[in-house]
Protein backbone atom coordinates (compact mmCIF):
# COMPACT_ATOMS: atom_id res chain seq x y z
CA UNK A 1 0.00 0.00 0.00
CA UNK A 2 2.93 2.44 0.84
CA UNK A 3 4.49 1.74 -2.18
CA UNK A 4 1.82 3.05 -4.26
CA UNK A 5 0.87 5.89 -2.14
CA UNK A 6 4.25 7.34 -1.86
CA UNK A 7 4.17 7.23 -6.05
CA UNK A 8 1.38 8.90 -5.91
CA UNK A 9 1.10 12.94 -5.12
CA UNK A 10 -1.81 14.40 -2.75
CA UNK A 11 -4.40 16.25 -4.24
CA UNK A 12 -4.96 18.70 -1.57
CA UNK A 13 -1.23 19.79 -0.08
CA UNK A 14 0.50 18.69 -3.88
CA UNK A 15 3.68 18.86 -2.63
CA UNK A 16 3.45 15.92 -0.59
CA UNK A 17 2.78 11.66 -1.53
CA UNK A 18 -0.45 10.14 -0.63
CA UNK A 19 1.44 8.01 1.50
CA UNK A 20 2.38 11.03 3.64
CA UNK A 21 -0.14 13.69 3.49
CA UNK A 22 -2.36 13.70 6.72
CA UNK A 23 -5.02 15.59 4.85
CA UNK A 24 -8.54 13.73 4.31
CA UNK A 25 -8.43 13.05 0.86
CA UNK A 26 -5.06 11.55 1.20
CA UNK A 27 -6.38 9.17 4.20
CA UNK A 28 -8.87 8.20 1.67
CA UNK A 29 -6.90 7.48 -1.15
CA UNK A 30 -4.80 4.41 1.15
CA UNK A 31 -7.83 3.64 2.25
CA UNK A 32 -9.40 2.98 -1.35
CA UNK A 33 -5.74 1.05 -2.46
CA UNK A 34 -5.95 -1.00 0.26
CA UNK A 35 -9.44 -2.13 -0.76
CA UNK A 36 -8.45 -2.07 -4.12
CA UNK A 37 -4.96 -4.07 -2.94
CA UNK A 38 -7.64 -6.54 -1.12
CA UNK A 39 -10.08 -6.98 -4.10
CA UNK A 40 -6.94 -8.59 -6.03
CA UNK A 41 -6.02 -5.67 -7.85
CA UNK A 42 -2.02 -4.94 -9.40
CA UNK A 43 -0.50 -2.26 -7.96
CA UNK A 44 -0.25 -1.23 -11.46
CA UNK A 45 -3.67 -1.47 -12.54
CA UNK A 46 -4.64 0.80 -9.17
CA UNK A 47 -1.68 3.43 -10.22
CA UNK A 48 -3.47 3.61 -13.54
CA UNK A 49 -6.52 3.77 -12.22
CA UNK A 50 -5.63 7.22 -10.59
CA UNK A 51 -3.76 8.39 -13.26
CA UNK A 52 -7.28 8.00 -15.34
CA UNK A 53 -8.77 9.91 -13.00
CA UNK A 54 -6.12 13.03 -12.34
CA UNK A 55 -4.37 12.50 -15.05
CA UNK A 56 -0.44 12.42 -15.23
CA UNK A 57 -0.34 14.86 -12.49
CA UNK A 58 -1.23 12.55 -9.99
CA UNK A 59 2.09 10.60 -10.32
CA UNK A 60 4.91 11.76 -8.53
CA UNK A 61 7.12 11.15 -10.62
CA UNK A 62 6.01 10.98 -14.40
CA UNK A 63 6.25 8.38 -16.76
CA UNK A 64 9.57 9.00 -19.32
CA UNK A 65 7.56 9.66 -22.03
CA UNK A 66 6.67 13.11 -24.32
CA UNK A 67 7.11 16.22 -21.72
CA UNK A 68 7.60 13.71 -18.93
CA UNK A 69 11.50 12.79 -20.44
CA UNK A 70 12.40 16.17 -19.84
CA UNK A 71 12.26 15.81 -16.18
CA UNK A 72 14.50 12.48 -16.59
CA UNK A 73 16.91 13.93 -18.96
CA UNK A 74 17.48 17.32 -17.55
CA UNK A 75 19.25 16.32 -14.17
CA UNK A 76 21.25 14.23 -16.05
CA UNK A 77 22.36 17.16 -18.27
CA UNK A 78 22.54 19.45 -15.62
CA UNK A 79 25.03 17.03 -14.04
CA UNK A 80 26.71 16.98 -17.09
CA UNK A 81 27.31 20.45 -17.39
CA UNK A 82 28.10 21.12 -14.46
CA UNK A 83 30.62 19.08 -14.21
CA UNK A 84 32.28 19.87 -17.57
CA UNK A 85 32.17 23.83 -16.41
CA UNK A 86 33.71 22.95 -13.31
CA UNK A 87 36.61 21.10 -15.08
CA UNK A 88 37.14 23.66 -17.75
CA UNK A 89 37.00 26.60 -15.14
CA UNK A 90 39.95 24.67 -12.74
CA UNK A 91 41.75 24.01 -15.68
CA UNK A 92 41.82 27.77 -16.87
CA UNK A 93 42.36 28.75 -13.02
CA UNK A 94 45.56 26.44 -12.66
CA UNK A 95 46.24 27.77 -16.27
CA UNK A 96 46.39 31.29 -14.81
CA UNK A 97 48.72 30.65 -11.86
CA UNK A 98 51.51 30.33 -13.53
CA UNK A 99 50.99 32.36 -16.36
CA UNK A 100 51.36 35.93 -15.42
CA UNK A 101 54.15 36.67 -17.30
CA UNK A 102 58.02 37.27 -16.61
CA UNK A 103 58.22 38.22 -13.04
CA UNK A 104 59.92 42.19 -12.97
CA UNK A 105 63.70 42.29 -12.32
CA UNK A 106 64.79 42.85 -8.89
CA UNK A 107 66.31 46.65 -9.38
CA UNK A 108 62.94 47.25 -10.96
CA UNK A 109 61.22 45.66 -7.63
CA UNK A 110 62.99 47.48 -4.88
CA UNK A 111 62.63 50.92 -7.05
CA UNK A 112 59.13 50.23 -6.69
CA UNK A 113 58.94 48.83 -3.15
CA UNK A 114 61.12 52.45 -2.05
CA UNK A 115 58.14 54.37 -3.81
CA UNK A 116 55.48 52.57 -2.43
CA UNK A 117 57.53 53.36 1.09
CA UNK A 118 56.93 57.32 0.15
CA UNK A 119 60.90 57.63 -0.65
CA UNK A 120 61.39 60.18 -3.24
CA UNK A 121 61.13 58.83 -6.54
CA UNK A 122 59.88 60.49 -9.62
CA UNK A 123 57.56 58.78 -11.15
CA UNK A 124 55.03 59.44 -14.13
CA UNK A 125 51.43 59.75 -13.87
CA UNK A 126 51.18 56.20 -14.71
CA UNK A 127 53.52 54.74 -12.69
CA UNK A 128 52.11 56.83 -9.42
CA UNK A 129 48.70 55.20 -10.14
CA UNK A 130 50.34 51.45 -9.77
CA UNK A 131 52.37 52.96 -6.65
CA UNK A 132 49.28 54.09 -5.23
CA UNK A 133 47.52 50.77 -5.71
CA UNK A 134 50.19 49.25 -4.08
CA UNK A 135 50.18 51.45 -1.27
CA UNK A 136 46.29 50.44 -0.57
CA UNK A 137 47.21 47.45 -0.63
CA UNK A 138 49.86 47.19 2.02
CA UNK A 139 46.90 49.51 3.73
CA UNK A 140 44.33 47.10 3.45
CA UNK A 141 47.05 44.17 4.61
CA UNK A 142 48.00 46.15 7.41
CA UNK A 143 44.16 47.10 8.17
CA UNK A 144 43.95 42.94 8.65
CA UNK A 145 41.67 42.63 5.04
CA UNK A 146 44.16 40.58 3.88
CA UNK A 147 45.59 37.07 4.61
CA UNK A 148 49.67 36.67 4.28
CA UNK A 149 49.09 35.05 1.52
CA UNK A 150 46.70 36.46 -0.35
CA UNK A 151 48.48 39.92 -0.11
CA UNK A 152 51.62 38.31 -1.60
CA UNK A 153 50.28 37.12 -4.45
CA UNK A 154 48.45 40.22 -4.73
CA UNK A 155 51.60 41.99 -3.96
CA UNK A 156 53.33 40.27 -6.52
CA UNK A 157 50.59 40.65 -8.89
CA UNK A 158 50.75 44.12 -9.13
CA UNK A 159 54.32 44.69 -9.32
CA UNK A 160 54.55 42.71 -12.18
CA UNK A 161 51.88 45.59 -13.68
CA UNK A 162 54.18 48.50 -12.09
CA UNK A 163 57.29 47.23 -13.66
CA UNK A 164 55.52 46.87 -17.06
CA UNK A 165 54.38 50.20 -16.70
CA UNK A 166 58.33 51.27 -15.85
CA UNK A 167 59.23 49.52 -18.59
CA UNK A 168 57.12 51.07 -21.06
CA UNK A 169 57.82 54.41 -20.20
CA UNK A 170 61.53 53.77 -19.61
CA UNK A 171 62.35 52.62 -23.09
CA UNK A 172 63.04 49.22 -24.88
CA UNK A 173 66.69 48.91 -23.11
CA UNK A 174 65.51 48.35 -20.02
CA UNK A 175 62.38 46.78 -20.42
CA UNK A 176 64.14 43.84 -22.21
CA UNK A 177 66.17 43.50 -18.96
CA UNK A 178 62.88 43.71 -17.18
CA UNK A 179 61.55 40.76 -19.58
CA UNK A 180 64.76 38.36 -18.10
CA UNK A 181 63.51 35.53 -15.66
CA UNK A 182 64.60 36.81 -12.04
CA UNK A 183 65.67 34.18 -9.44
CA UNK A 184 63.55 34.74 -6.46
CA UNK A 185 60.48 35.41 -8.79
CA UNK A 186 59.30 32.00 -9.95
CA UNK A 187 59.58 29.09 -6.95
CA UNK A 188 57.73 31.87 -5.18
CA UNK A 189 55.09 32.63 -7.80
CA UNK A 190 54.21 28.73 -7.85
CA UNK A 191 53.50 27.54 -4.39
CA UNK A 192 50.98 30.19 -4.09
CA UNK A 193 49.17 29.29 -7.04
CA UNK A 194 49.30 25.83 -6.38
CA UNK A 195 47.97 26.63 -2.52
CA UNK A 196 44.87 28.70 -4.25
CA UNK A 197 44.34 25.93 -6.38
CA UNK A 198 44.31 23.31 -3.74
CA UNK A 199 42.09 26.03 -1.73
CA UNK A 200 39.74 25.80 -4.51
CA UNK A 201 39.56 21.93 -4.75
CA UNK A 202 39.16 22.54 -1.01
CA UNK A 203 35.98 24.27 -1.10
CA UNK A 204 34.36 22.51 -3.83
CA UNK A 205 34.98 19.41 -2.07
CA UNK A 206 33.11 20.82 1.29
CA UNK A 207 30.82 22.22 -1.07
CA UNK A 208 29.60 19.02 -2.89
CA UNK A 209 30.04 16.62 0.71
CA UNK A 210 27.53 19.54 2.18
CA UNK A 211 24.81 19.41 -0.19
CA UNK A 212 24.85 15.66 -0.13
CA UNK A 213 24.74 15.84 4.00
CA UNK A 214 21.90 17.95 3.27
CA UNK A 215 20.02 16.40 0.95
CA UNK A 216 20.76 13.12 2.51
CA UNK A 217 19.66 14.55 6.57
CA UNK A 218 17.45 16.82 6.31
CA UNK A 219 14.30 14.76 4.43
CA UNK A 220 15.08 12.08 6.58
CA UNK A 221 14.80 14.75 9.72
CA UNK A 222 11.53 16.48 8.65
CA UNK A 223 9.42 13.55 7.74
CA UNK A 224 5.68 13.55 9.48
CA UNK A 225 5.95 11.69 12.25
CA UNK A 226 3.22 10.68 14.16
CA UNK A 227 0.28 12.92 14.52
CA UNK A 228 1.73 14.78 11.26
CA UNK A 229 4.37 17.05 12.63
CA UNK A 230 7.92 16.93 11.35
CA UNK A 231 9.04 17.69 14.64
CA UNK A 232 7.17 15.45 16.40
CA UNK A 233 7.77 15.90 20.03
CA UNK A 234 11.22 17.50 19.77
CA UNK A 235 10.72 20.95 19.59
CA UNK A 236 7.39 21.14 21.47
CA UNK A 237 8.32 18.59 24.61
CA UNK A 238 5.03 17.00 24.64
CA UNK A 239 6.19 13.84 24.43
CA UNK A 240 3.35 11.35 25.29
CA UNK A 241 4.24 7.63 26.06
CA UNK A 242 2.70 6.88 22.99
CA UNK A 243 5.53 7.61 20.89
CA UNK A 244 7.53 4.86 22.28
CA UNK A 245 4.59 2.32 21.21
CA UNK A 246 6.90 0.38 18.30
CA UNK A 247 5.23 1.13 15.10
CA UNK A 248 4.99 -2.14 14.18
CA UNK A 249 3.84 -4.00 17.94
CA UNK A 250 -0.09 -4.69 17.15
CA UNK A 251 -0.68 -5.92 20.38
CA UNK A 252 1.05 -2.76 22.03
CA UNK A 253 -0.56 -0.27 19.87
CA UNK A 254 -3.92 -1.90 20.30
CA UNK A 255 -3.65 -1.67 23.85
CA UNK A 256 -2.51 1.94 23.83
CA UNK A 257 -5.19 3.02 21.64
CA UNK A 258 -7.67 1.38 23.92
CA UNK A 259 -5.96 3.22 26.74
CA UNK A 260 -6.04 6.21 24.62
CA UNK A 261 -9.65 5.96 23.80
CA UNK A 262 -10.49 4.65 27.75
CA UNK A 263 -8.86 8.69 28.26
CA UNK A 264 -11.09 10.23 25.73
CA UNK A 265 -8.17 11.41 23.60
CA UNK A 266 -10.15 10.05 20.55
CA UNK A 267 -7.21 11.58 18.25
CA UNK A 268 -4.31 9.38 19.51
CA UNK A 269 -7.02 6.44 19.85
CA UNK A 270 -7.31 6.90 16.05
CA UNK A 271 -3.95 7.37 15.21
CA UNK A 272 -2.94 3.99 17.19
CA UNK A 273 -5.28 1.52 15.38
CA UNK A 274 -4.66 3.27 12.19
CA UNK A 275 -0.86 2.73 12.57
CA UNK A 276 -2.01 -0.71 13.95
CA UNK A 277 -4.21 -1.34 10.46
CA UNK A 278 -1.03 -0.70 8.64
CA UNK A 279 0.83 -3.27 9.63
CA UNK A 280 -2.16 -5.61 9.71
CA UNK A 281 -4.76 -4.29 7.34
CA UNK A 282 -6.87 -6.78 8.53
CA UNK A 283 -6.49 -6.27 12.08
CA UNK A 284 -10.47 -6.71 13.54
CA UNK A 285 -10.26 -4.89 16.98
CA UNK A 286 -8.64 -2.15 15.45
CA UNK A 287 -11.16 -1.92 12.85
CA UNK A 288 -14.00 -2.14 15.21
CA UNK A 289 -12.54 0.59 17.21
CA UNK A 290 -12.58 2.65 14.76
CA UNK A 291 -15.97 2.23 13.99
CA UNK A 292 -16.72 2.63 17.91
CA UNK A 293 -14.85 6.21 17.62
CA UNK A 294 -16.75 6.87 14.16
CA UNK A 295 -19.64 6.27 15.74
CA UNK A 296 -19.29 8.27 18.62
CA UNK A 297 -18.68 11.03 16.34
CA UNK A 298 -21.40 10.65 14.08
CA UNK A 299 -20.17 9.34 10.96
CA UNK A 300 -22.69 6.19 11.22
CA UNK A 301 -22.27 5.14 7.50
CA UNK A 302 -18.10 4.96 8.13
CA UNK A 303 -18.39 3.44 11.67
CA UNK A 304 -20.20 0.60 9.46
CA UNK A 305 -17.98 0.16 7.09
CA UNK A 306 -15.40 -0.22 9.57
CA UNK A 307 -17.76 -2.93 11.31
CA UNK A 308 -18.36 -4.84 8.22
CA UNK A 309 -14.28 -4.23 7.71
CA UNK A 310 -13.63 -6.03 11.32
CA UNK A 311 -16.28 -8.62 10.70
CA UNK A 312 -15.43 -9.62 7.11
CA UNK A 313 -11.62 -10.94 8.27
CA UNK A 314 -13.35 -12.19 11.83
CA UNK A 315 -16.99 -12.67 12.15
CA UNK A 316 -17.32 -13.33 15.63
CA UNK A 317 -15.48 -9.99 16.60
CA UNK A 318 -17.09 -8.95 19.92
CA UNK A 319 -17.08 -4.80 19.54
CA UNK A 320 -17.53 -5.04 16.07
CA UNK A 321 -20.56 -7.09 16.61
CA UNK A 322 -21.98 -4.60 19.32
CA UNK A 323 -20.98 -1.43 17.44
CA UNK A 324 -22.90 -2.66 14.76
CA UNK A 325 -26.14 -3.47 16.16
CA UNK A 326 -25.24 0.30 18.11
CA UNK A 327 -25.32 2.02 14.32
CA UNK A 328 -28.16 -0.13 12.79
CA UNK A 329 -30.15 0.55 16.13
CA UNK A 330 -29.54 4.11 17.24
CA UNK A 331 -28.47 5.58 13.82
CA UNK A 332 -29.32 4.13 10.88
CA UNK A 333 -33.40 3.18 12.38
CA UNK A 334 -32.51 -0.36 10.84
CA UNK A 335 -33.40 -2.10 14.45
CA UNK A 336 -34.25 -5.52 12.73
CA UNK A 337 -30.95 -5.95 11.72
CA UNK A 338 -29.76 -4.54 14.94
CA UNK A 339 -31.58 -7.08 16.81
CA UNK A 340 -30.09 -10.11 14.67
CA UNK A 341 -25.95 -8.96 15.14
CA UNK A 342 -26.33 -9.06 18.56
CA UNK A 343 -28.52 -12.06 18.24
CA UNK A 344 -24.92 -13.69 17.23
CA UNK A 345 -22.74 -11.26 19.52
CA UNK A 346 -25.30 -13.34 22.49
CA UNK A 347 -23.63 -16.56 21.16
CA UNK A 348 -19.91 -15.61 21.87
CA UNK A 349 -18.61 -16.10 25.18
CA UNK A 350 -19.34 -13.20 27.24
CA UNK A 351 -18.49 -12.05 30.28
CA UNK A 352 -21.95 -11.90 32.91
CA UNK A 353 -22.26 -8.31 32.83
CA UNK A 354 -21.82 -8.17 29.28
CA UNK A 355 -24.53 -10.45 28.41
CA UNK A 356 -26.71 -9.16 30.71
CA UNK A 357 -26.02 -5.20 29.57
CA UNK A 358 -26.72 -6.85 25.79
CA UNK A 359 -30.02 -8.95 26.44
CA UNK A 360 -31.54 -5.58 28.27
CA UNK A 361 -30.29 -3.99 24.69
CA UNK A 362 -31.76 -6.08 22.84
CA UNK A 363 -35.43 -6.60 24.81
CA UNK A 364 -35.53 -3.20 24.55
CA UNK A 365 -35.01 -3.09 21.11
CA UNK A 366 -37.41 -6.09 20.46
CA UNK A 367 -40.19 -4.27 21.94
CA UNK A 368 -39.97 -1.22 20.20
CA UNK A 369 -39.62 -3.60 16.74
CA UNK A 370 -43.01 -5.02 18.33
CA UNK A 371 -44.59 -2.08 19.80
CA UNK A 372 -43.54 0.56 17.12
CA UNK A 373 -47.05 2.28 17.26
CA UNK A 374 -46.79 1.99 20.55
CA UNK A 375 -44.65 5.60 21.17
CA UNK A 376 -48.05 7.29 18.88
CA UNK A 377 -50.18 5.95 20.96
CA UNK A 378 -48.49 6.85 23.91
CA UNK A 379 -48.21 10.92 23.12
CA UNK A 380 -51.95 10.44 21.94
CA UNK A 381 -52.36 9.92 25.96
CA UNK B 1 34.10 38.14 -25.36
CA UNK B 2 31.23 40.42 -25.73
CA UNK B 3 29.36 37.98 -27.99
CA UNK B 4 29.95 35.15 -26.12
CA UNK B 5 28.48 36.81 -23.39
CA UNK B 6 25.73 38.19 -25.35
CA UNK B 7 24.87 34.31 -26.78
CA UNK B 8 24.63 32.97 -22.85
CA UNK B 9 22.12 35.62 -22.10
CA UNK B 10 20.24 35.25 -24.92
CA UNK B 11 20.63 31.07 -25.12
CA UNK B 12 20.75 30.20 -21.97
CA UNK B 13 19.24 33.36 -19.47
CA UNK B 14 16.08 34.19 -21.19
CA UNK B 15 14.75 30.72 -22.17
CA UNK B 16 15.00 30.43 -18.27
CA UNK B 17 13.56 33.34 -16.76
CA UNK B 18 10.64 32.95 -20.00
CA UNK B 19 9.93 29.70 -18.36
CA UNK B 20 9.89 30.61 -15.12
CA UNK B 21 7.59 33.56 -15.91
CA UNK B 22 5.11 31.07 -17.78
CA UNK B 23 5.53 29.01 -14.51
CA UNK B 24 4.27 32.17 -12.49
CA UNK B 25 1.18 32.47 -14.82
CA UNK B 26 -0.51 28.89 -14.22
CA UNK B 27 -2.12 28.00 -10.86
CA UNK B 28 0.04 25.30 -9.67
CA UNK B 29 -3.23 23.54 -7.81
CA UNK B 30 -4.54 22.94 -10.93
CA UNK B 31 -4.90 19.28 -11.80
CA UNK B 32 -6.90 19.39 -15.72
CA UNK B 33 -9.06 16.58 -15.40
CA UNK B 34 -8.34 14.19 -18.45
CA UNK B 35 -12.31 13.22 -18.07
CA UNK B 36 -13.79 15.25 -20.17
CA UNK B 37 -15.24 13.48 -23.20
CA UNK B 38 -15.08 10.45 -21.49
CA UNK B 39 -18.05 8.39 -20.29
CA UNK B 40 -18.98 9.95 -16.54
CA UNK B 41 -17.71 7.15 -13.96
CA UNK B 42 -20.85 5.26 -13.02
CA UNK B 43 -21.85 5.19 -9.40
CA UNK B 44 -24.34 4.71 -6.27
CA UNK B 45 -25.53 7.42 -4.03
CA UNK B 46 -27.17 7.57 -1.05
CA UNK B 47 -29.91 10.18 -1.32
CA UNK B 48 -30.61 12.79 2.17
CA UNK B 49 -34.16 11.11 1.85
CA UNK B 50 -32.78 7.87 2.05
CA UNK B 51 -33.17 6.50 -1.29
CA UNK B 52 -30.52 5.77 -3.47
CA UNK B 53 -29.91 6.69 -7.30
CA UNK B 54 -27.51 5.40 -9.98
CA UNK B 55 -25.88 7.26 -12.27
CA UNK B 56 -26.66 4.91 -14.94
CA UNK B 57 -30.66 5.33 -13.91
CA UNK B 58 -30.03 8.95 -15.63
CA UNK B 59 -29.04 8.02 -18.61
CA UNK B 60 -31.12 9.86 -21.20
CA UNK B 61 -31.34 12.80 -19.39
CA UNK B 62 -28.54 15.65 -19.19
CA UNK B 63 -27.06 15.44 -15.53
CA UNK B 64 -25.53 18.45 -13.36
CA UNK B 65 -23.19 16.94 -11.22
CA UNK B 66 -22.47 18.94 -8.10
CA UNK B 67 -19.70 18.26 -5.69
CA UNK B 68 -19.91 20.17 -2.23
CA UNK B 69 -19.38 20.79 1.46
CA UNK B 70 -21.51 22.78 3.93
CA UNK B 71 -17.67 24.34 5.09
CA UNK B 72 -16.59 25.46 1.58
CA UNK B 73 -17.90 29.31 1.29
CA UNK B 74 -18.21 29.01 -2.73
CA UNK B 75 -20.67 26.65 -2.13
CA UNK B 76 -22.38 28.68 -0.17
CA UNK B 77 -22.42 31.68 -2.57
CA UNK B 78 -23.06 29.70 -5.52
CA UNK B 79 -25.98 27.52 -3.70
CA UNK B 80 -28.98 29.83 -4.58
CA UNK B 81 -27.98 30.20 -8.20
CA UNK B 82 -27.64 26.71 -8.84
CA UNK B 83 -31.25 26.10 -6.43
CA UNK B 84 -32.97 28.87 -9.27
CA UNK B 85 -31.02 26.79 -12.25
CA UNK B 86 -32.68 23.93 -11.33
CA UNK B 87 -36.05 25.56 -11.01
CA UNK B 88 -35.81 26.97 -14.51
CA UNK B 89 -34.45 23.71 -16.25
CA UNK B 90 -36.61 21.03 -14.33
CA UNK B 91 -39.31 20.94 -16.74
CA UNK B 92 -36.98 20.02 -18.62
CA UNK B 93 -34.76 16.95 -19.17
CA UNK B 94 -32.48 18.17 -16.80
CA UNK B 95 -31.62 16.42 -13.34
CA UNK B 96 -29.58 18.36 -10.67
CA UNK B 97 -27.57 16.01 -8.28
CA UNK B 98 -25.61 17.52 -5.98
CA UNK B 99 -23.21 15.07 -3.91
CA UNK B 100 -21.93 16.28 -0.69
CA UNK B 101 -18.61 15.51 0.51
CA UNK B 102 -15.84 15.37 3.09
CA UNK B 103 -18.67 16.81 5.35
CA UNK B 104 -20.72 16.00 8.42
CA UNK B 105 -24.22 14.51 7.50
CA UNK B 106 -25.63 16.94 10.39
CA UNK B 107 -24.17 20.27 8.39
CA UNK B 108 -25.00 18.76 5.35
CA UNK B 109 -28.86 18.84 6.18
CA UNK B 110 -28.38 22.14 7.57
CA UNK B 111 -26.95 23.70 4.14
CA UNK B 112 -29.70 21.93 2.25
CA UNK B 113 -32.56 24.09 4.56
CA UNK B 114 -30.73 27.08 4.99
CA UNK B 115 -30.61 27.28 0.83
CA UNK B 116 -33.96 25.12 0.75
CA UNK B 117 -32.28 22.96 -2.02
CA UNK B 118 -34.75 21.51 -3.65
CA UNK B 119 -33.03 18.86 -6.20
CA UNK B 120 -32.08 15.23 -5.07
CA UNK B 121 -28.14 15.51 -2.67
CA UNK B 122 -26.61 12.60 -2.21
CA UNK B 123 -23.81 11.81 0.61
CA UNK B 124 -20.35 10.34 -0.36
CA UNK B 125 -19.55 8.85 2.66
CA UNK B 126 -15.61 8.11 2.04
CA UNK B 127 -15.64 10.16 -1.03
CA UNK B 128 -14.93 6.81 -3.42
CA UNK B 129 -17.40 8.82 -5.88
CA UNK B 130 -15.39 12.40 -5.40
CA UNK B 131 -12.00 10.35 -5.94
CA UNK B 132 -13.63 8.81 -9.16
CA UNK B 133 -14.20 11.54 -10.16
CA UNK B 134 -10.84 13.53 -9.64
CA UNK B 135 -12.34 15.96 -7.57
CA UNK B 136 -9.15 18.37 -5.86
CA UNK B 137 -10.98 21.35 -5.51
CA UNK B 138 -14.47 22.52 -4.43
CA UNK B 139 -16.73 23.04 -5.64
CA UNK B 140 -16.81 21.03 -8.87
CA UNK B 141 -19.75 20.67 -11.60
CA UNK B 142 -20.00 17.54 -14.21
CA UNK B 143 -22.16 18.26 -16.82
CA UNK B 144 -23.04 15.08 -18.23
CA UNK B 145 -24.73 14.45 -21.51
CA UNK B 146 -28.17 12.04 -22.59
CA UNK B 147 -25.05 9.61 -23.67
CA UNK B 148 -23.57 9.45 -20.04
CA UNK B 149 -20.36 11.48 -21.63
CA UNK B 150 -19.04 14.59 -19.54
CA UNK B 151 -19.19 17.55 -21.43
CA UNK B 152 -17.55 20.25 -19.27
CA UNK B 153 -16.23 20.27 -16.12
CA UNK B 154 -16.07 23.89 -13.52
CA UNK B 155 -13.83 24.11 -11.53
CA UNK B 156 -15.41 26.73 -8.60
CA UNK B 157 -18.33 28.60 -8.21
CA UNK B 158 -20.25 29.30 -11.03
CA UNK B 159 -21.94 32.76 -12.57
CA UNK B 160 -25.57 33.03 -13.87
CA UNK B 161 -24.72 32.31 -17.40
CA UNK B 162 -22.31 29.76 -17.59
CA UNK B 163 -25.14 26.71 -16.58
CA UNK B 164 -27.97 27.77 -19.00
CA UNK B 165 -25.36 27.65 -21.79
CA UNK B 166 -23.28 24.63 -20.86
CA UNK B 167 -26.60 22.52 -20.33
CA UNK B 168 -27.63 23.98 -23.39
CA UNK B 169 -24.51 22.42 -25.21
CA UNK B 170 -24.87 19.31 -22.86
CA UNK B 171 -28.22 18.69 -24.45
CA UNK B 172 -26.74 19.07 -27.74
CA UNK B 173 -23.47 16.66 -26.45
CA UNK B 174 -21.28 19.36 -27.54
CA UNK B 175 -18.11 18.72 -25.61
CA UNK B 176 -15.93 21.57 -24.39
CA UNK B 177 -12.41 22.02 -24.69
CA UNK B 178 -12.09 23.98 -21.62
CA UNK B 179 -12.93 24.05 -17.96
CA UNK B 180 -14.21 26.53 -16.40
CA UNK B 181 -12.91 28.44 -13.83
CA UNK B 182 -14.52 29.92 -10.70
CA UNK B 183 -13.27 30.99 -6.87
CA UNK B 184 -12.40 27.57 -5.39
CA UNK B 185 -11.36 25.98 -1.97
CA UNK B 186 -8.87 23.22 -2.18
CA UNK B 187 -10.47 19.96 -0.47
CA UNK B 188 -9.38 18.47 2.84
Redesign the interface.
Known sequence: MLEIASGLRC??C?NLSVADST???AR??R??IVDELRAGKRPEEIRAYF?????E??LLSPTPRGVGLVVWILPALGTLAGLGGTAWLLKRWSRRGPAPAPPPDDAVVSRIRAAVDGLSVTLSAGEARQVEALQELRFDYEAGKLSTLDYEDLRALYEARAAAVLAASEGSGEGAEARAPAPSGPPRARPAAAVRAWRWAAAALFLVGFGAAIGYFLPQSVRARDGGSPTGDFLTGTRDQGASVDARDVPALLAAGRQAMEGQQFDRAIGFFRRALEVDPGEPTAQASLGLILLRA?????AL?AFDRALSSDPTSQQALWGKGLVLHESLGRTAEAVRTWEALLLQDLSPQDREHVLSVVAEARQRLAGRPAPAAGSTR | MAWKRLALIFGVGLPLLAALAYGFTRD??E?????IGRPA?PFKV?LTDGSEVKLADLRGKVVFLNFWASWCPPCRAEARLLEASWQRHRDQDVVFLGVNM?D???AAREFLREFAISYPNG?D????I???????GIPETFFIDRNGRITYKQIGAFDGKTIHAKLEEARQGVISREEGKGEYR???
Open positions: PVQSEMEMALVSKYGWIGHADRQ | PRIPSPLPRQREELGGNRAIDYGVWSIR
